[in-house]
Nanobody, 119 residues
């Protein structure tokens, strides 16, 4: 199982980034996909989540209207479009795949990609 995030980097306040998470080794379309983030000294928090068919995206309050999660099941990839970034968005962003299959909870994580918002 592999989840590989990309697209992070340094961006100025007000800028945008698009993160990607390419996956392999599991049936992507059967999993709820999420993005989490963890800032220095803080706990990991949910950023956004999207259902298996790509419907019903769910966002943390502070991301609503700025971030958009999407997925391409044909490419086994989930995305996070981030707009109007501010320094409080600086964190390592992690991709997560979660599903209960045959009564077994499967929970996979990527290694993360650093996003730094600074002038």
């Amino acid at each position: 199982v592999r989840l590989v995030e990309s697209g992070g980097g340094l961006v100025q306040p007000g800028g945008s980034l698009r993160l990607s998470c390419a996956t392999s080794g599991f049936t992507f379309s059967s999993y709820v996909m999420s993005w989490y983030r963890q800032a220095p000294g803080k706990e990991r928090e949910l950023v956004a989540r999207i259902a298996r068919a790509g419907s019903s995206p769910d966002y943390a309050d502070s991301m609503k209207g700025r971030f958009t999660i999407s997925r391409e099941n044909a490419k086994n990839t989930v995305y996070l479009q981030m707009n109007s970034l501010n320094p409080e968005d600086t964190a390592v962003y992690y991709c997560n795949a979660r599903a209960t299959i045959a009564w077994t909870k499967n929970d996979y994580w990527g290694r993360g990609t650093q996003v730094t918002v600074a002038s």
